[in-house]
């Protein structure tokens, strides 16, 4: 077996053990938080690291969890159907946004600002269908009996939600590696390099990037009901928004983007940064902590342009050639 | 005027140049020669600055240019026709010529050397307003040159200034080379085109492997089996 | 094997080319020449399925290819090179090579066919086919050399060559040469070939058509067209070369 | 559809240009900047509440003259502009765009806490009372013309520079080859300095009208952030006048489409709007 | 609370402040029976994921017994369901969104503050009793616009503005929300305009305030009475600042400053509560004027500090969730007995609003040369109303 199976299992092994070893709920929140943030910046990279820079996944991530928590309460659908129908919209959307992008050769800063417009479109409508939405004063699922019921996906336990976020995770995981493996990665590395160039070689660029970019979408999606499911909350600020797919590309960035645990790495980093600041002197000197997070990300993009994990694995390797 | 000894040059960890000596006199024109990746284009950013020198030394009327960042290197009397020409294609062929002008010293004589330049290319004055991205590739190297002149310099380098271009517009570049000389600039050109390049010189250089090989005048070089064998293909 | 008929190209109230029409016989080499900016690229441009043809047809073993897509032109079996070499710079030379093999080739091939179709390529050009190189060590003459090895992994028909030595020196541009000559003995493989150094084409191409303003306005063999008075006004001028290669 | 009914729509309409001016204004350094530095500074907006807050201590706290301190806010951003390119966009300029997209995103982060930290999140506005235009039923704000004319003058003036000068000559050219400017005697790290410069120069001036109407915060460049980005991205990246045109379409877009609608909607509008634009023309609106 | 971000100088600090002068007082008195209460502060950063978080460490990591405050009614939502799920007790001091309580039959969760609806319900009320007297017009000729910022508070305010004017036979002309970032507002001025209110009805922030206000001036705007309901409008020294005599006159519906209430009227004892309050906070933060919102923060805390939890300590043993929420449903407060005025009794379990105070309502106030005045309910007046805008106001028609 590979590096890129080991670690993942070892990792998640570890985790599944936490509930055991006497944590508290608020350690398992943080690491449920990882996990399923984990997964949609995983998500994100999937594409984000064909330089395909999306800043639309706070779209997807919002029509996922709305979708699914405006079936559950107004028609009563169980996510479990509501889920892959969000998904499908998101998908959607992807694809009616995604193929005009594609054909017309819209790239780069173009792309990421078409994106981005996206993104604020969905968050303005979301925020304009107040009458079901709720409007920026957001949704709560509504509550199924004592609060845990498979049916209804909710789980008063942390735990269970726990073993969700982990499974994902690891299926976000082996998606990158599964894409990663196949010729795929080459089409799509050379078509990030030269659309014209790939396409005179045979590649259909245009099914391999919407192709990519539906799957990074569908999973987005898919993490954004989850989400939504275990936070039993949502508003257009914390699953939508320009805010969120601001987030989600800063932590890509910081963990690295190029290697498959990069997004993980990502996610515990900005999570458990953006937490110990704010209760070691956020809570004392208001804004001290937003300033030096903001700070270290600056640092971080000038100093370590691969990210945490990439900027390892680059030292690793400089460190084995030396020793041969 | 223009003294080399004993330059190396390289790109990160791979090394171009290995001690290059090379001088040439006021007035001269001198080739350099050489198959792909000699380091010849790399030999002419040295001299103007644009990679830094990593041994030996420069110098220009008898001024060393060791230490002097390659945005002053112009002021010394150097000006480079760069591999490609490399025009700003979005910008007119005036605003081109303007900032071949930029220096200071340049700036007050523009007017000057604008008509210069123009009565030394009339095809230019036509199409000054064209942008020049959308000239043909024998206008295009006019420009470039021109935009090189606008600094009144007194060395001019060019880099294979009849590449890529059709056979009659190769002819077009090597008579505007004969036409610079006469008008008394030094030259230095690098060209891949040995034949044409060996009539218009006085002296010509021979670059393999970032060495200079071989030197002398240029109908010797023309004579030479050697030279005739490896690069002339006859 | 390809009939183009009447090919149009307009960029807006340009026309690039306009009402070309040739015939190309299979295991032919065409020389294709003509000032800078005459419409040579474009006309590979629209033969590529780069370009979308304003007008005209582009027949090629009997199917009408004229507003494909260029990858599916690819997997019909035309093959190209850039004039300036394209190569995908985040992929190692191997993979530049193996990507194409695996994409462009009309009958579907595994991972490990690609691989090998790849090394085969890099052989043919002579380049090293050591998987960890990247693209970062080739000269201008090695990503020529590239060019050609990745279109030629494609397993093509036909070969579009577009100024494949621009900036080469003498001995770069007989090995050029003698490969492309290889590629049609050794392959079968028609060619089109755009260069402006008239001794080397010359040399190895059956017969040349000269474009100028978008148009044909002369064709034949190397020694008709080098003694076209219209191709000696406005192209070859006095080279010495060109006349010389023609008439050996 | 009786006659008032016009006045107001027209008034809506003449609204929206005046807002154009205002929105123009702020694009015009943004553009500025991408256009030399190929740079999107996605913290202008918040180089824009800097200078606002300039304006509001220099003149409330310190009792300088209105006009003295909009010249010390144009300087002080001025220099901020020219602080962030060598503290920040120097170093990463030869890495990824979507770095330099993000190390931007970083100080936008840092600029708003900071300013949080600092100035605390308490409203604060100029106090200042402008005369009323009106012409018959219409009233136009005095700020807003003075904004529109301001950045009438703005972008008359940069175009000048940019095609009269030597130095503006460069800086386009720049845009085009930044390797070989040193051929040509262009020290090109000063010439993005001084670009640099510029642009937080027009985000100073940009403040300075903008102080006159709104509060200032730690967070009103989300007010202005993303939709200048739209309009400067329909205009064509890099191309001022473009943007200056785009500036006054979306404008348009939010003003009308406030009017018939309610105001998010307008937005909506815009910005759908936009992604269409980029269908259809992918290189914005006047690029090209 | 938030202490940064938007709503952190909405009047989310101010509250931060009333809470912790509560807590202080109870502490210098020794605590609650012997118990010292430790506050463990935690900013919300106006987001609200941050809430979130911040509630499951609170709750589980730093263990304390329940949880109090909460300025954004965006927050309050999720949060109430969150620790209620985790049957933990959560009093809510300030947010008003009727939502939280609202068909959700809440057990932990308890807020003595009033309810959006009662906002809208006030100022719509408050102009049925002086249209005809003063504005000379019958109620039904009366034209209102409702505008307001699209966040909960907002949306809640406006819909109980809408209900409740309708009912009384009003005519809404103009109903809005805008985003309270928004860059410009003059469409909004311009369809005020064309629509003619005689009242304008806004809840706001106080950026998006300033922006309408200035505006609205600009663009001509005239009416006969603003009617501004908390948020933004509570912070009145603000808006002085900014438009100085144009704001005279100007009504805000709120729960009240405590310091505006005449102690006459209020239970022996509560008066001097006011008077010590006012004196830290001015001596905390230099400022003058003292907003509601403090109030609001430390008359809730001081009701359960004073009230719910010593009952829950003697009586029910502890301080765990289900003794507080026993002692919570009894609390039995009446009118006089609170800082604000209200009194305070919890609506029973099964209510549709459980958890609510039924007891607590906001009042009317008018702005005149700088000084709160109270203007309705009528029983508690301390001015007769100005209204319409006297002739030579900016605003006045
Ligand atoms: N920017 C660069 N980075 C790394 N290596 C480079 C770079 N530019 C040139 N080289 C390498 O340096 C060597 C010399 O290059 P140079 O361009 O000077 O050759 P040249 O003689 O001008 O060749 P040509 O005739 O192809 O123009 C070549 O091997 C080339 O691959
Ligand atoms: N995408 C395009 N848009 C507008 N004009 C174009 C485009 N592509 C090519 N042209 C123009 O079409 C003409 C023909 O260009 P083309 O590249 O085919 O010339 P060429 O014969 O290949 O020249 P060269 O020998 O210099 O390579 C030129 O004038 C060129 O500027
Ligand atoms: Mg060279
Ligand atoms: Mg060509």
Redesign the interface.
């Known amino acids: 077996m590979q590096r890129d199976v080991i670690a993942p299992l070892v990792i998640a092994a570890l985790v599944a053990l936490a509930p055991f070893a006497g944590q508290?709920?608020?350690?398992i929140?943080i690491l449920v938080?990882i996990l399923l943030w984990g997964f949609i910046y995983t998500a994100w990279s999937l594409m984000?690291r064909f330089g395909l820079?999306s800043l639309g996944h706070g779209a997807f991530m919002g029509i996922g969890a709305y979708v699914t928590v405006l079936l559950w309460n107004f028609f009563e659908l169980t996510p479990w159907i509501g889920m892959p129908i969000a998904v499908a919209a998101a998908v959607a959307l992807a694809a009616i946004?995604g193929w005009?992008?594609v054909r017309?050769?819209?790239v780069?800063?173009?792309f990421?600002?078409?994106t981005?417009?996206?993104t604020?479109?969905v968050a303005?409508?979301i925020?304009?269908l107040?009458d079901i939405t709720g409007?920026?004063?957001?949704l709560?699922p509504n509550?199924e009996a004592a609060?845990t019921s498979i049916y209804a996906f909710q789980f008063?336990s942390k735990t269970v939600f726990l073993y969700v976020a982990l499974v994902l995770w690891l299926i976000g995981l082996f998606v990158w590696r599964a894409v990663d493996r196949g010729?795929g990665r080459?089409?799509l590395?050379?078509i990030?390099?030269?659309e014209?160039?790939?396409?005179?070689?045979?590649?259909?660029?245009g099914v391999e990037k919407i192709r990519i970019i539906l799957l990074s979408a569908g999973l987005t999606a898919l993490g954004g009901a989850v989400f939504g499911q275990y936070?039993?909350?949502i508003?257009p600020?914390?699953v939508s928004g320009?805010g969120v797919s601001?987030q989600i590309?800063?932590a890509v960035?910081a963990g690295g983007m190029f290697v498959q645990l990069g997004p993980t790495v990502g996610a515990a980093f900005t999570l458990i940064l953006a937490?110990t600041l704010?209760?070691l002197i956020?809570?004392e000197?208001?804004?001290?902590?937003?300033?030096i997070?903001?700070?270290m990300?600056?640092l971080?993009?000038?100093f370590m342009?691969k990210g945490i994990l990439g900027a390892v694995f680059a030292g690793l390797e400089r460190a084995k050639a030396k020793a041969a | 005027m223009l003294k080399l000894e004993g330059v190396s040059a390289g790109y990160g960890d791979f090394q171009a140049l290995f001690g290059a000596s090379l001088d040439v006199q006021a007035g001269e024109a001198v080739a350099v020669i050489g198959p792909n990746g000699a380091g010849k284009t790399t030999l002419l950013r040295v001299i103007s600055g644009i990679i830094p020198l990593r041994e030996g030394h420069l110098s220009m009327e008898g001024r060393p240019l060791d230490r002097v960042p390659a945005h002053r290197i112009i002021e010394t009397g150097i000006a480079h026709v760069p591999e490609n020409r490399r025009l700003f294609p979005r910008l007119t062929v005036e605003e081109n010529l303007k900032i071949g002008a930029y220096l200071p010293a340049a700036r007050s004589r523009f007017a000057e050397r604008l008509d210069f330049v123009y009565s030394l290319f009339p095809r230019m004055k036509e199409r000054r307003n064209q942008l020049a991205g959308t000239m043909s590739g024998g206008e295009q190297q006019m420009c470039a040159i021109g935009r090189a002149l606008m600094s009144g310099p007194k060395l001019l380098l060019m880099d294979e200034p009849s590449a890529g271009l059709a056979p009659v517009i190769v002819q077009q570049v090597f008579d505007l080379v004969r036409r610079i000389r006469s008008e008394g600039y030094t030259v230095l050109i690098v060209e891949q085109n040995i034949q044409q390049v060996l009539k218009v010189v006085d002296r010509a250089y021979l670059l393999e492997v970032g060495r200079i090989k071989l030197s002398g005048k240029s109908a010797d070089l023309l004579a030479s089996d050697e030279i005739r064998r490896a690069y002339i293909g006859l | 094997m390809l009939e183009v008929r009447d090919l149009t190209k307009r960029f807006g109230g340009f026309t690039a080319v306009s009402g070309v029409s040739f015939d190309l016989a299979e295991g032919e080499i065409l020389g294709l020449i003509g000032p800078n900016g005459s419409g040579k690229s474009t006309t590979f441009n629209c033969l590529s399925g780069l370009y979308l043809p304003t007008s005209g047809n582009v027949r090629f073993q009997g199917r009408d290819i004229a507003g494909w897509s260029s990858s599916r032109v690819c997997h019909a079996g035309i093959a190209r090179t850039f004039q300036i070499p394209r190569p995908f710079k985040n992929l190692t030379i191997l993979e530049n090579v193996a990507v194409s093999a695996y994409y462009g080739r009309a009958r579907s091939v595994s991972r490990r066919e690609a691989f090998v179709h790849a090394e085969e390529a890099l052989a043919m050009v002579r380049l090293p086919v050591d998987p960890t190189l990247g693209i970062g060590g080739l000269g201008a003459a090695g990503l020529k050399k590239l060019e050609l090895a990745r279109a030629l992994a494609t397993g093509p028909k036909l070969l579009l060559a577009d100024e494949s030595l621009g900036g080469l020196d003498e001995s770069e541009m007989d090995q050029a040469a003698d490969m492309l000559q290889a590629i049609r003995r050794d392959k079968g493989i028609t060619i089109i070939w755009v260069e402006h150094i008239m001794g080397v084409l010359m040399r190895v191409v059956d017969r040349v058509m000269v474009l100028d303003h978008g148009e044909v306005i002369a064709s034949g063999t190397p020694a008709e067209v080098a003694a076209h008075p219209k191709v000696i006004e406005v192209y070859l001028g006095s080279d010495p070369t060109a006349r010389q290669h023609a008439q050996a | 559809m009786d006659t008032i009914f016009d006045i107001y729509l027209l008034e809506a309409i003449v609204n929206g240009v005046l807002l154009g001016g205002v929105l123009g204004l702020l694009a015009l350094g943004l553009n500025l900047v991408f256009g030399v530095i190929d740079v999107v500074w996605i913290c202008y907006a918040e180089l824009v509440m800097l200078g606002m807050y300039t304006v509001y201590f220099l003149h409330v706290v310190y009792g300088v003259p209105v006009l003295l301190a909009c010249l010390g806010a144009v300087v002080v951003v001025g220099v901020l502009g020219a602080l962030l390119h060598y503290l920040v966009i120097r170093p990463v300029l030869q890495s990824e765009p979507i770095n330099q997209l993000l190390v931007t995103g970083g100080v936008l982060f840092f600029l708003q806490s900071f300013a949080t930290l600092v100035f605390g999140i308490e409203f604060r506005n100029l106090g200042l009372k402008l005369p009323i235009l009106n012409f018959g039923e219409m009233y136009f704000s005095y700020a807003r013309v003075l904004a529109f004319l301001v950045a009438l003058a703005g972008m008359v003036g940069l175009y000048l520079f940019l095609t009269r000068t030597f130095l503006g000559t460069a800086i386009r050219a720049i845009a085009q080859d930044r390797e070989i400017m040193p051929l040509m005697g262009v020290d090109s790290r000063k010439l993005y300095l001084v670009t640099s410069g510029i642009g937080g120069g027009l985000a100073g001036l940009a403040a300075c009208l903008l102080v006159l109407q709104y509060d200032v915060h730690p967070a009103i460049g989300l007010t202005f952030g993303p939709i200048t980005f739209m309009i400067c991205v329909l205009g064509g990246l890099g191309n001022m006048i473009g943007g200056f045109v785009a500036a006054f379409i979306i404008s348009q877009f939010i003003s009308i489409g406030g009017f018939f609608f309610h105001i998010e909607w307008g937005y909506v509008i815009a910005f759908a709007f936009f992604i269409l634009t980029m269908f259809i023309r992918p290189q914005g609106l006047f690029g090209k | 609370y938030d202490l940064t971000g938007p709503f952190a100088g909405g009047g989310s600090k101010a509250a931060a402040i009333g809470t912790q002068i509560a807590i202080d007082m109870i502490n210098e008195k020794g605590g609650v029976e012997g118990h010292k209460i430790i506050p463990i502060n935690a900013d919300a950063q106006s987001k609200a994921d941050v809430a979130i978080n911040e509630a499951e460490r609170l709750l589980n990591q730093e263990k304390v017994d329940l949880l109090m405050g909460v300025y954004s009614s965006a927050h309050c939502v999720p949060l109430a369901q969150k620790v209620d799920a985790a049957q933990k007790f959560f009093w809510a001091n300030v947010c008003v969104a009727s939502a939280v309580f609202k068909d959700k039959n809440l057990k932990y969760v308890f807020r003595p503050q009033v309810h959006s609806d009662q906002f809208g319900e006030a100022s719509c009320k408050f102009l049925a009793e002086v249209a005809k007297p003063k504005m000379k017009k019958e109620v039904k000729d009366l034209k209102v616009a409702i505008i307001h910022e699209d966040g909960p508070y907002g949306v809640g305010v406006a819909q109980g503005n809408e209900e409740v004017c309708k009912e009384l036979g009003m005519q809404v002309v103009l109903k809005e929300g805008y985003s309270a970032s928004s860059a410009d507002l003059s469409s909004l001025v311009t369809k005020l305009k064309r629509a003619r209110p005689d009242v304008i009805l806004h809840t706001g922030y106080n950026p998006d305030i300033t922006l309408f206000l200035r505006q609205s001036r600009e663009g001509g705007l005239r009416f006969d009475a603003m009617i501004g309901h908390g948020a933004g409008y509570g912070q009145i020294d603000k808006l002085i600042e900014t438009f100085k005599d144009d704001v005279n006159y100007f009504y805000n519906v709120d729960p009240v400053a405590a310091q505006l209430l005449d102690a006459k009227s209020l239970k022996p004892g509560i008066g001097d509560l006011t008077a010590e309050m006012i004196k830290r906070y001015k001596a905390q933060t230099g400022v003058q004027e003292v907003p509601p919102h403090t109030s609001m923060g430390f008359n809730q805390t001081w009701i359960f500090l004073s009230d719910v939890l010593p009952r829950a300590i003697k009586k029910y043993g502890g301080f765990d969730a289900e003794a507080l929420r026993k002692a919570a449903l009894e609390t039995n407060i009446p009118e006089g007995g609170t800082i604000q005025g209200y009194g305070v009794k919890f609506n029973p379990p099964g209510h549709k609003m459980a958890g609510q105070n039924a007891l607590s309502s906001p009042v009317v106030m008018q702005y005149v040369k700088g000084e709160t005045k109270i203007a309705w309910p009528t029983g508690l007046r301390t001015i007769d109303p100005v209204i319409p805008l006297p002739k030579g106001h900016a605003y006045a028609r």
């Open positions: 508290t709920d608020y350690f929140h938080q984000g820079v946004v005009p992008c017309l050769r819209i780069g800063h173009y990421a600002l078409v981005l417009a996206l604020a479109v303005l409508s925020v304009g107040r409007g920026s004063l957001g709560t509550r609060g008063a010729m080459y089409a590395q050379a990030s390099s030269d014209d160039a790939s396409a005179s070689v045979g590649i259909n660029v936070q039993m909350y508003n600020e914390t320009i601001l590309v800063f960035v937490e704010r209760i956020g809570n000197y208001h804004a001290a902590d937003t300033t997070y903001g700070l990300l600056v971080f993009i000038i342009p």
